[in-house]
């Protein structure tokens, strides 16, 4: 089991999605675990990616290939997840803000959410207010997360934190922000929970405030 759990580590680290897919698919057909590959497999892999980017030992790109060599692991895994009933630490919904195409950075955060064991519902891009006010009350989201790349469409973020809270879910789900132009001041004047300036600052933050904002999922 040593083994299989290093082989699917290395393989996330280094990017390298079809190995990823066949050392997770063939230790599931020896018997190891779903959950033991998905924590101290897929998960562990995309801590350590954090931590490296943290350190400036990984970038951007190399995140990004890591990210979805995860991804594909995960594809697999989930149908024994969800059979198995396992828990996520949350369900974060995501999306960049209406006006607004770029999804790079949004899609990063998206992916290395769910590397670190969080269902996310990716709304896509050029989403309006009520449609993310509509999908955290329809998915009981833990959490929303709003990317914006431009200084005009970064505004939309105000919007959305009133349309949340129009539907009474203010208290009831944490808000995150993120993007080129977006500040920590930012989010404070339009009443979010948080801003994050990168994908692992973005998990470690949720992380750290859902245990002040946790409805039942």
Not at 16 to 35: F, R
Not at 72 to 89: F, M, N, R, S
Not at 155 to 168: P, R
Request: charged letters at 20%.
């Amino acid at each position: 089991m040593t083994d299989s759990l290093a082989a699917i580590f290395e393989s996330v680290i280094a990017g390298n999605v079809d190995k990823t897919e066949e050392h997770v698919q063939s230790a599931l057909a020896s018997g190891v675990p779903a959950e033991k590959l998905l924590h101290a497999g897929l998960i562990r892999a995309m801590d350590e990616v954090g931590a490296r980017f943290e350190q400036g030992e990984m970038f951007v790109p190399e995140m990004l290939i890591a990210a979805r060599a995860m991804k594909g692991g995960l594809a697999i895994l989930k149908p024994q997840l969800t059979e198995a009933g396992i828990d996520y630490l949350g369900r974060v919904v995501i999306g960049t803000v209406k006006g607004d195409l770029h999804d790079i950075g949004k899609n990063l955060v998206g992916m290395m959410l769910e590397g670190s064991g969080f269902e996310v519902i990716d709304l896509g891009i050029d989403v309006p207010p009520d449609r993310f006010a509509g999908a955290a009350r329809e998915h009981r989201a833990n959490v929303v997360g709003m990317s914006a790349l431009l200084t005009t469409t970064m505004l939309q973020m105000k919007d959305t934190v009133e349309a949340i809270e129009d539907i009474g879910l203010r208290d009831q789900v944490v808000i995150l922000i993120g993007g080129a132009p977006v500040t920590q001041t930012y989010a404070e004047e339009i009443g979010a929970d948080g801003y994050a300036p990168d994908a692992s600052r973005a998990v470690a933050l949720a992380k750290s405030l859902l245990g002040a904002k946790a409805p039942s999922i």
